[in-house]
């Protein structure tokens, strides 16, 4: 029985693998994607455009502006002295963000009356807005405080002290780059199971495999090999990228993120099998791989976090693979979480991974046209 | 309507006209320096077996493709310069007849009337014509992809018919389409031809279809052989073709003696004996003593076997085949191996086998006749364990289906229709796998794997990828892969489709050899002839069997004073008509 | 019959290849459930599924000695939507809580907050956020410190005096005043999921018609080869349209987004997108003439570009300019601009002039590219 389940296996490598165009479209858009996609998919940003209007001519205002200037995450690029110039500017997304000082400025800040700054953003893109006022907000508060403390002012009643663990500096990347590692490795699995059965009906060599005295178990066992071990070796490739190139830390066990992953694959491969023999035609396979992949990625919590969805779709994304490896990965990533902390990510996915094979296995004899 | 001057009497002329395909960097030479000429009138065939570069003949007079080499003359016009213009005057028929299956008849020839330009004044008229001809008058409303294969090819027909062309290309259009059918499609060609003065090349791989043609052009491996009337080229065998018939022996058997024999040329069964076309008629101790020798009229496919023969060097195949079915052949050959009791199959409320009982003795060579949907495939899908019965029972090797398939499977081999392959895998590759699919390791299975190189003359090819092998190569290895395991019984789907006279006549020696090592042989076919190779055969149509019996019994049964001794095609015609025509 | 009349008639031809693709969409519903069914569940989905809106996140708040004054901050909190705060005895409690998942942040006053507060001093406060998610932490810190600023002028409001910041921001969000996530994101979902209902609808017709052999019946008729692409353009750019009006409308009535420009304007947008969208699908099916690859190629070129490049979600700005210039290759780029304009912020020509033109651009690119690639020959 091992030998004939190796014999297979084999057989969907070589089939999988000698196709000099299979092999490239298997290998190499996931690596272009991973590189792309890591440097594209940012939330931080850098170089935000904006306009100052200084209505003031004193130094606390110029002082004030020189903390822009000084940010890395603010470029100015236009500097303008009517208020009617604002819109244009906003308007066709030359800025994002115009700082305003009145004129009254300076001699508010000298009597020691609070001085009003006005920031204008624009709010086209909410989370983009929200991202530049809080880089502004920073800057002010840092001047406020070097202000207070040279004019020997109280400080506030309260005055908070914020801290992020496990990412002090908040970069994003490093909450993306794991998330890519969890999609790319579900896309290639997904393609590489998604059309096997489908391709081997629509050629006729299926009936050929079923009347042999393979049995259904055994099938899904040598169909389900490939799928896994190309996941695992590609996971793997990109996970060296991560660390390696884009120096995300790795604070957890190796062992934990491997079993996470095999589960994960586990169940990818099954839901891919699953879709596989439930079309007759390739196209349908292509067509339900697509199905269960987009929604997978964007109710995945890779971009947008679960818990900002509606309850009724919160629930949907239990059925979702990803959604628990992508805990897993960013846990061992970047919390160093320990196997018991993430028990409750894993056996989800085993769950899903033995019901859906076991449903492909059974409709490998049990579809027909 | 008013028709350019006739530029000349030819319609269509190749000069010396070459085509090679490039895939990635093998460079395929599809045809070499090919040159000939249709007058106007008639009906040419394009004959030659498969790869032999008919379609790519078909698609360049098309304008479809270009000519790497030479120059194509359509109707006057040069096809390289002025495709548009030939494609405007001339119909052309694809292997595929080119339907969209899911418009109405009538929505097909709307579509294609639009296409070609033909006002909305003359339509009437022509739909009239063309309904009548091809009778789907009752069935205009009714989806393309519903019409049966004949009525398909029919359709395909009316559809380049719209506008009326000067020069008809018909690409295989008999393919796969029962030989009613066949009938009524070469009935209305002749009507074209002789009503429209219309030209018609078409190209076939049925030998005797060349028999109706005005003039053949043979092509084998992208050169024309010969070119002329199919009566000349028979000619040449005249005196060489022989009808042999004797009492005491098996036609099976006086079929394999005869081909063995020195001079033979070809041996097919034929009625109830075999035709011979030998350059030796009498050589020592071949004949049985009881045998009767006839001259017999020469006939097309005599000389183009002995065209190809001479072309390949033919090989010779004899004597049981060593090292299958050891297992069967003490049994009692009263048992029947495969029985079937009342089989059906249903689709939704499609019935696609109804009722269907037979049995198969062990050693028989069983056959499944009938056109493409007459429910063969899914009796033999049923029987292999594939698809469960909706009713009835189905007993294989002793096992009822319904409740041990997986017990019946070890004991079956399965060759499927287009011969399912691994095809980016090399012959050895796949012979490998299929070995450790039924359980053989180490040793034995490096064994087994060698038999099958040698005894299906693979080993040349072991390392070549099946894909890119010639169909005949195919065919062999599938059967290969089918008899890993030494199967009892086999079943063979449609195993010579496609494949040129040649491959099917060794592949049938092959079958002959399994059958008398005891392998038990169930096929089937839609090549009439080859029903006669076996020893028993059921003739199914909309999924019912019409006739079971012996070759000889089911053709006695169409036997009447008009024809006494009916072709194995003739019967089947008569026994299909004798139906209830299909209501509209 | 000659030649010229045959090529004259045009439009008869012409007009039987879109009866017969049309007719072929309807007997074939795949075809229609793309255009008209994926949008309204992709949007619908997505649409209340995608969101950066965080609300009610759970934090752990550790006050260890509660008093008036930690219960005066602290209800800024409770009253707060943004917040649900977990009242947790010590760190030790908190901090397990925030390694679990349960909790996103921490507040943790100190023991003498109110002893400080009243003192007359500063008292510290500590915030702790998961950095896991940085924009999601960046969020919650965000919200901590507006509620903490409210607090403070609350306090110094009901104190009788003003607050003592020496500059305060005056935020003033154009657009989007509440900050929705959903009228950016809805938008902007629009061109990704009709990027991809484009692409699907064309990127399998023509390998089909390669496939079924129905092609090469098609090419020994009179019919020029624009014809063909003609035919199948007009049919599918209309389905497209019925799909994208019916995203549009569900949008503005459903999810509530703004529309401040000009539905025309929209309209011809809209259209140049689907003209480019369905030309990259003509082009790959061009291309492939075999379904399986089209769609391959299909899924790895339209949405996951679209979702990642198109600064649909992922600020454009902030990306290195090599992959900057690589977004100039993706269609839905140019119409998120257009999108997020025209439904935000009204009819800004000098933005959408030039993203429309972009669109004409690349539309012409991809048919001139599929004019190329078809010739009337099956090589």
């Known amino acids: ?29 996931p690596l272009v994607q991973l590189f792309v996609f890591s440097y594209a998919a940012t939330y931080d940003l850098n170089r935000v455009p904006y306009a100052v209007y200084n209505e003031d001519r004193g ?31 906003i308007d066709r997304k030359q800025v994002l963000l115009v700082v305003h000082i009145g004129p009254q400025f300076s001699r508010d800040l000298a009597l020691g009356r609070p001085a009003p700054l006005q920031l204008l953003v624009d709010g086209r893109n909410s989370n983009t807005a929200m991202l530049t006022l809080n880089y502004a907000r920073d800057i002010v508060d840092h001047f406020n405080r070097r202000w207070s403390a040279a004019h020997q002012l109280a400080p506030p009643p309260v005055r908070l002290d914020i801290r992020a663990w496990f990412n002090p500096n908040l970069v994003s990347r490093w909450f993306i780059v794991p998330g890519i590692v969890g999609l790319l490795t579900l896309v290639v699995a997904i393609m590489v199971t998604s059309l096997s059965v489908a391709r081997e009906r629509e050629q006729g060599t299926f009936d050929q495999l079923l009347v042999t005295p393979l049995r259904p178990t055994e099938i899904l066992i040598g169909k389900a090999l490939p799928g896994f071990l190309i996941g695992l070796f590609e996971a793997s490739l990109i996970m060296m990228a991560a660390v390696f190139w884009f120096a995300i830390p790795m604070r957890g066990r190796l062992l934990v993120l491997y079993l996470g992953l095999a589960l994960f694959l586990l169940s990818v491969v099954g839901v891919g099998l699953m879709i596989s023999s439930l079309s007759v035609t390739q196209q349908q396979g292509l067509l339900g791989a697509f199905l269960f992949t987009v929604p997978a990625i964007i109710l995945s919590g890779f971009a947008t976090p679960i818990a900002n969805m509606p309850r009724a779709v919160q629930y949907l994304t239990l059925l979702n693979p990803l959604r628990y490896f992508m805990v897993v990965l960013r846990g061992v990533f970047l919390e160093g979480a320990p196997f018991s902390q993430l028990a409750h990510q894993l056996w989800p996915m085993a769950l899903i991974g033995v019901t859906s094979l076991m449903l492909a296995g059974w409709l490998f004899r049990h579809r027909m046209y | 309507m008013t028709r350019p001057r006739e530029p000349g009497a030819v319609v269509l002329e190749f000069r010396d006209v070459g085509k090679t395909f490039h895939a990635g960097k093998r460079a395929v030479v599809a045809l070499r320096q090919v040159a000939f000429t249709l007058r106007p009138g008639g009906v040419t065939g394009l004959i030659g077996p498969d790869g032999a570069g008919k ?74 014509e063309l309904m009548h001809m091809t009778g789907l008058a009752p069935f205009t409303t009714r989806l393309a992809a519903r019409l049966s294969g004949g009525m398909k090819q029919k359709l395909g027909l009316a559809c380049t018919l719209v506008r009326a062309p000067r020069l008809l290309l018909l690409d295989e259009p008999t393919v796969g389409v029962d030989p009613v059918s066949r009938r009524e499609l070469w009935r209305i060609i002749d009507r074209l031809v002789e009503q429209e003065g219309m030209s018609v090349l078409l190209s076939t791989a049925y030998l005797d279809e060349a028999e109706r043609c005005g003039q053949v052009v043979l092509l084998h491996q992208g050169d024309v052989l010969q070119q002329g009337a199919p009566g000349a080229l028979s000619e040449r065998m005249a005196g060489r073709s022989y009808q042999v018939t004797a009492a005491g022996i098996k036609p099976r058997a006086l079929q394999q003696r005869l081909a063995a024999a020195p001079g033979a040329i070809d041996a097919v069964i034929h009625g109830d004996g075999v035709r011979w076309v030998t350059d030796q008629p009498a050589p020592e101790g071949v004949l049985p003593p009881d045998a009767r020798v ?164 693979l080993a040349a090819q072991a390392e070549a990828v099946s894909l890119d092998l010639p169909l005949g190569y195919k065919q062999r290895l599938a059967l290969a892969c089918a008899l890993m ?100 | 019959m000659t030649t010229s009349a045959a090529r004259g008639g045009w439009r008869m031809r012409l007009r039987g290849l879109i009866r017969k693709e049309f007719r072929q969409i309807v007997r074939d519903p795949s075809s229609i459930a793309i255009a008209f069914l994926m949008p309204v569940a992709l949007l619908l989905l997505f649409g209340y599924g995608i969101s950066l809106d965080a609300e009610e996140v759970p934090v752990a708040l550790v006050a260890p000695q509660p008093s008036a004054a930690s219960a005066s901050f602290t209800s800024a909190f409770y009253g707060s939507r943004y917040f649900a705060p977990r009242p947790m005895p010590d760190m030790a409690a908190a901090e397990a809580a925030l390694m679990a998942g349960r909790v996103d942040g921490i507040i943790r006053l100190q023991g003498n907050f109110a002893r400080r507060l009243e003192g007359g001093g500063s008292a510290p406060v500590q915030v702790i956020v998961n950095g896991v998610d940085a924009n999601n932490a960046r969020m919650i810190s965000g919200y901590v410190q507006s509620t903490w600023a409210n607090w403070l002028a609350q306090r110094a409001q009901a104190a009788g ?122 082009l790959i099916s061009t291309i492939a003439r075999n379904q399986f690859v089209a769609g391959q190629v299909a899924i790895i070129a339209t949405f996951l570009p679209a979702f990642i490049l198109s600064g649909f979600i992922f600020d454009i700005g902030s990306m290195p300019w090599a992959l900057r210039g690589i977004t100039h290759l993706i269609a839905a780029r140019y119409f998120v601009a257009i999108l997020q304009t025209v439904f935000l912020a009204g009819d800004v020509w000098p933005v959408i002039l030039p993203n429309a033109l972009a669109l004409l651009l690349m539309a012409a690119l991809f048919f001139g590219l599929v004019r190329r690639n078809s010739r009337k020959r099956l090589e």
């Open chain 1, 1 to 29: 029985m091992f030998k004939r389940i190796i014999a297979l296996a084999v057989k969907e490598f070589l089939a999988l693998l000698k196709d000099k165009k299979s092999r490239f479209v298997i290998i190499v858009p």
């Open chain 1, 59 to 89: 130094v606390a205002a110029r002082n004030l502006l020189a903390g822009f200037q000084g940010s890395k995450n603010f470029r100015r690029v236009a500097r303008i002295d009517r208020s009617g110039q604002i819109a244009p500017l």
């Open chain 2, 55 to 128: 379609t790519t003949v078909m698609r360049l007079a098309a304008g479809l493709l270009a000519a790497d080499a030479g120059q194509i003359t359509v109707l006057g016009l040069d096809v390289a310069r002025d495709a548009l213009a030939v494609q405007a005057a001339i119909g052309y028929m694809p292997q595929r007849f080119g339907l969209y299956e899911d418009l109405t008849v009538q929505e097909n020839l709307d579509l294609y009337a639009d296409l070609q330009g033909v006002s909305h004044g003359e339509r009437a008229q022509r739909y009239r």
């Open chain 2, 294 to 457: 006839t001259a017999a009229a020469p006939r097309f496919e005599d000389s183009f076997i002995a065209l190809l023969q001479t072309l390949d060097g033919g090989r010779r195949i004899e004597g049981p085949m060593a090292g299958v079915a050891a297992a069967g052949v003490k049994a009692a050959p009263a048992a029947p191996v495969i029985e079937v009791r009342r089989a059906q199959r249903r689709f939704g409320d499609f019935y696609a086998v109804r009722d269907v009982s037979f049995d198969v003795a062990q050693g028989e060579v069983f056959g499944l006749l009938g056109a493409n949907g007459a429910g063969k495939s899914t009796t033999f899908r049923m029987l292999c364990g594939l698809l469960p019965a909706s009713a009835g029972s189905l007993r294989v090797a002793g096992v009822d289906l319904r409740h041990a398939a997986a017990a019946a499977r070890a004991r079956i081999g399965y060759m499927s229709q287009k011969f399912s392959l691994y095809g980016n895998l090399t012959v050895r590759q796949n012979l490998k796998f299929f070995s450790s699919a039924y359980n053989l390791t180490g040793k034995p299975r490096e064994a087994r794997i060698a038999w099958a190189l040698e005894e299906f003359d």
């Open chain 2, 485 to 584: 395991h030494g199967p009892g019984i086999l079943f063979l789907d449609e195993p010579t489709s496609g494949v040129d006279p040649l491959a099917r006549r060794e592949f049938w020696r092959r079958i002959n050899r399994l059958a008398e090592s005891g392998v038990t042989v169930m096929v089937t076919t839609h090549f009439m002839e080859e029903a006669e190779y076996c020893d028993r055969l059921a003739i199914m149509a909309a999924g019912e069997i019409l006739a079971l019996g012996a070759p000889a019994e089911i053709k006695a049964r169409a036997a009447s004073a008009a024809n006494p001794t009916p072709s194995m095609e003739e019967a089947f015609i008569a026994l299909i008509e004798a139906q209830p025509v299909e209501a509209a």
């Open chain 3, 161 to 282: 005096g003003e607050l003592d910041m020496p500059v305060q921001v005056e935020p003033r969000i154009w657009f989007n005043g509440e900050m929705r996530s959903r009228n950016f994101l809805v938008p902007g979902l629009i061109a990704v999921i009709m990027t991809l209902i484009g692409a699907l609808l064309t990127a399998l017709v023509m390998a089909r018609e390669w496939e079924r052999g129905t092609m090469e019946a098609l090419m020994v008729t009179p019919v020029a080869i624009r014809e063909i692409l003609l035919g199948k353009l007009i049919p599918y750019f209309v389905l497209g349209t019925g799909g994208m009006l019916l995203a549009v409308g569900m949008a503005v009535f459903l999810f509530d987004v703004p529309l401040r420009g000009s539905l025309w304007v929209l309209l011809i947008c809209s259209s140049l997108f689907l003209l480019a969208a369905l030309g990259m699908g003509l």
